[in-house]
């Protein structure tokens, strides 16, 4: 089973901004906080409403975030390493915001026109 996308946004997310939610200057900060997770630097806490709290903090940088408790430690890897490919060949912190926040509208296809025989 691949990572839930929302959950891999979510990390990105975090990722890319800093404690004051303004975007992060430097693309190898944000690749940092994700592989500090992707190689399983980071301690959890489940809150009383079940979530669970992911703590890491490198090179001066914290980075935490809530997911449901549901998930184990490998799948909290998986969703980083998730995270991680969706970052390769990107740049800027700009581009990264960008490409894997930006909300993406669908098409549905319409069959209402085609004739059943």
Partial sequence: MGAPF??????IREATETDS?????????????IRAIQR?????????DGLVQVSSSIGGN?????????????QIIEVA???LGMLEGLSSVAEIRAR?????????????SLEIT
């Fill in 40 to 48: 399983g630097h980071f301690t959890t806490a489940t809150g009383s």
């Fill in 100 to 112: 894997c926040l930006a909300r993406r509208k669908t098409t549905r296809a319409d069959f209402s």
């Fill in 6 to 11: 929302l959950l891999v946004r979510a990390f």
């Fill in 21 to 33: 939610y303004a975007p992060e200057a430097d693309v190898s900060t944000v690749y940092a906080k």
């Fill in 81 to 83: 390493e998730a995270a």
């Fill in 62 to 74: 914290s980075f935490s975030f809530v997911l449901p408790e549901r998930l184990d430690r490998a």
